[in-house]
């Protein structure tokens, strides 16, 4: 995992066109319209967005439409539920030092 | 292990935040003790088979806990924590960052909120975990990779080692 996804989700405009592609794929200039942003954020925007694999660019006659990639989306689900998995280990962990002081005390 | 206690794990990934809780089968009292006591601590404190020292822990307000997390093959990363506010056996907050083994930290850091109440002898743990960038949320796990190289069995034997110590 590339740590640029994290700085690619950290931006809320980059999370707002992500949500927007997610729903249907967007003209670069279509972005720029919905934001109210000048082409040249959007395209700083959209760079980020596609070096981490987030969206990918699809040409259609003169156009190039940005679809969400939702398996990269997945990956960085699977991370966190990796990182949920190291809190369940330390709690049971927990869980059996809780019951070994409780034996002891009784 | 004990499938029965409550597990809520929730990324809020626009706020870089993780809130965490957790029901424990013992009360207040202890589990307070278990989540603010080095010796205690340093048992369950990291996933293993990593594991947790601490190399000093002085728990009241502006005191700080310089522990590592101590990797198989020996590798140790330190880090410290800064208690900001304790009510004790409620609520304690501190400031969380990396460092070197000297205790030069590493910023920007997380902020850790702890709240804890009991009922029919459990006891609810609610963390919320403020990261102020993502990429900290991904060292994090970093250094537990290692942890999932691990069989389930390995973990067993910890657990029962720990049991077998009563």
Known sequence: MKQDIFQAIADPTRRAILTLVAIQALTPNAMAEKFDMTRQAVSKHIKVLQE??????QHSGREIYYHFNAKRMQEFDNWLAQFRQNWETQF?????LLSTIKEQKK | MNNHLLFDFNVDKAAK???ITREFNAGLDLVWDAFTQADLLDQWGAPAPMQAKTKYMDFKVGGRRFYAMISPDGQERWAVQEFTSITPKTNFKMY??????????ELPGSEWDYNFSEENGRTTVNIIIFNE?????ERLLEGFKIGFTMTLANL?????TLSEKQ
């Open chain 1, 92 to 96: 049971s962990q927990l869980d059996a």
């Open chain 2, 133 to 137: 960038s993502f990429e900290r949320l």
């Open chain 1, 52 to 57: 981490c694999d987030l969206i990918k660019p």
């Open chain 2, 17 to 19: 935040t993780v809130y």
């Open chain 2, 96 to 105: 969380n960052a990396f460092s070197d083994e000297h205790e030069n930290r």
């Open chain 2, 156 to 160: 067993e034997n910890l657990l029962s």
